[in-house]
């Protein structure tokens, strides 16, 4: 996928907010802190379209972001942000199920794991819960850059000892914003979806 143009679009907290366009969608969901804007900003080779930040649970709406005038890049609030009260957590997570639920849109999500972590409860549960939906799912896993040559093996080992990756419409990729590694194959994934 070659990227011509990309800007932020519109924030989103419910339904009425969305783009109104009809372009299709690609939904970003992971655990705060993962490196969702670091893999749009790689993406889209921009440095800051996705404001990166330290302080994990930043993310509270839906930001859509436009790309090449084609589809839209959906970024999720982060989930499993142990500071957000109580009831902020459930508003975002009925917040993400409306949209995950209810857009026709949306061609596919890619949830982002730490590869230096095990899928945490809530990665398994978004996964379980887009698999219910059947929605395409293109598992990412972050931040390889930080794991040795050696580690490699024991990350896809954890990831498939986690969740069942063997459902037809779900693919795994490793990542790293650093390296770009396979930033190539995150497009064309991306181009296909939007495609079909």
Request: proline letters at 4%; hydrophobic letters at 35%.
């Amino acid at each position: 996928m070659i990227i011509k143009s990309s800007s932020y679009a519109v924030s989103a907290v419910k339904e009425s907010q969305y783009p109104k366009d009809n372009l299709p969608e690609i939904a970003l969901a992971g655990r705060s802190n993962v490196g969702k804007s670091s893999l749009i900003n790689t993406l889209l080779k921009r440095k800051n379209l996705a404001r990166t930040s330290s302080q994990p649970g930043k993310t509270q709406t839906l930001n859509f972001y436009l790309v090449n005038d084609e589809f839209y890049l959906v970024d999720v609030p982060g989930y499993g942000y142990a500071k957000v009260s109580q009831k902020r957590r459930q508003e975002f997570g009925e917040m993400i199920q409306d949209y995950l639920e209810t857009r026709p849109n949306l061609k596919g999500l890619i949830i982002l794991i730490d590869s230096r972590h095990q899928p945490t409860k809530d990665d398994i549960a978004m996964y379980e819960y887009a698999q219910y939906l059947n929605i395409p799912i293109l598992v990412v896993c972050t931040k390889m850059d930080k794991i040795k040559k050696s580690q490699i093996n024991k990350v896809m080992s954890g990831l498939k000892k986690h969740l069942d990756l063997s459902y037809d419409h779900v693919t795994v990729l490793t990542f790293s914003s650093v390296t770009k590694l396979h930033v190539a194959e995150l497009g064309d994934w991306i181009e296909d979806k939007i495609n079909q």
